[in-house]
């Protein structure tokens, strides 16, 4: 929830050795790759796939996560056969491509704070012919603004797209930029940091996908057996953090994952579980049709799908998760 615009800035190399990612390396007999696109840095907020990920693991099923610098550019990875499954809500760039791509899973819903400088803002009004910044073109963090400033009959001056929820919440404190868009952690972040020199903005209920896991139908229908554990393992995951927030804490150390998490950061992990399971953006079922109906509402009205008609079966493939719950039971 994906918090898709939102991650820490870790050095990427340090990450790939402290979670496994083993690009070009050959697995063994009988276990299945898949090519996992991230488009940001991994976080606190991707504990349910590094966990996920570890169980598939051991099921024979090897996620090969790779951070990209924006989530246009893992989903054009996607596209281009470059990755298998992407991570994120790109609905106008996968109804334009020629390429049939389906959503199937729905990691968690949209959970993120507007934020602006209180020196110079102190509604949305006021955002009237400003700059803001976001996470990426055609990101959940745009479609938020977007259709907040629809709502509030404001126009921007400039968006521009700033990846990494850190990045932008470091950019608010040194006063680089005035109004952005952060995830839960950050927000608390600079809350903490300056409470007294920003203003967080209100927003209506929120139902639509932050992060929700696509791929191509061909990479979907090839690999049934490979995406069934992933998903299996994803329900499993997130069931147990909803149940018990306190699980991606005891899970992270037990699996030694994100190692090199800053101190300032790991204090965030539980309050941000907690605040999530509270709030309810991680779904147990997966989301599906549900979450398919809410993102079709939800991005239409921000402008990111166009035209009369559209369905959520040109949008989503309901297979796999119904085959996942039809096993564990829903």
């Known amino acids: 929830m994906r918090v898709r615009g939102r991650r820490l800035s870790i050095a990427l190399i340090a990450l790939a050795g402290a979670l496994g990612i083993m690009a070009g390396s050959a697995f063994g007999q009988g276990t299945t790759k898949i090519r996992y696109a991230l488009g940001d840095v991994v976080g606190i907020d991707d504990l349910p796939l590094l966990i996920a990920a570890e169980r598939a693991k051991a099921r024979g099923v090897e996620v090969e996560i790779t951070p990209f610098k924006s989530e246009e550019i893992a989903t054009q990875a996607v596209i281009n056969g470059q990755a298998d499954v992407g991570q994120g809500t790109p609905y106008a760039a996968l109804q334009k491509v020629s390429v049939p791509i389906r959503f199937f899973y729905q990691l968690s819903t949209l959970q993120f704070f507007p934020i602006v400088s209180k020196e110079h803002y102190k509604g949305w009004k006021d955002l009237d012919g400003q700059d803001i910044a976001v996470q990426g073109r055609g990101s959940g963090t745009e479609a938020i603004m977007i259709l907040a ?58 139902k639509a996908s932050d992060e929700a896991l696509f791929a191509t139908t061909a990479f ?19 069931r147990a953090i909803n149940a018990n927030p306190s699980f991606a804490v ?81």
């Open 149 to 206: 400033a629809k709502q509030h009959g404001i126009k921007y001056k400039t968006v521009s797209y700033v990846p990494g929820s850190q990045v932008r919440a470091l950019a608010l404190l040194k006063g680089t930029i005035r109004a952005s868009i952060l995830d839960a952690p950050n927000k608390s972040y600079i809350m903490k940091e300056a409470p007294d020199r920003f203003v967080i903005l209100p927003l209506g209920e929120l």
């Open 220 to 238: 979907l229908e090839k690999n049934q057996a490979a995406v069934a554990v992933l998903v299996e393992e994803l329900l499993k995951a997130t």
């Open 250 to 330: 005891e899970e992270r150390k037990r699996l030694g994952l994100l190692k090199d998490l800053p101190d300032k950061m790991e204090a965030e992990v539980l309050p941000f579980y907690q605040e999530g399971v509270q709030g309810g953006i991680f779904p147990g079922d997966g989301g599906g049709e549900r979450a398919a109906a809410n993102d079709l509402e939800f991005f239409a009205l921000a402008g990111q799908i166009k035209g009369d008609g559209v369905k959520a079966t040109d949008f989503w493939h309901f297979g796999p998760l119904k085959a996942a719950l039809g096993r564990l039971g829903s």
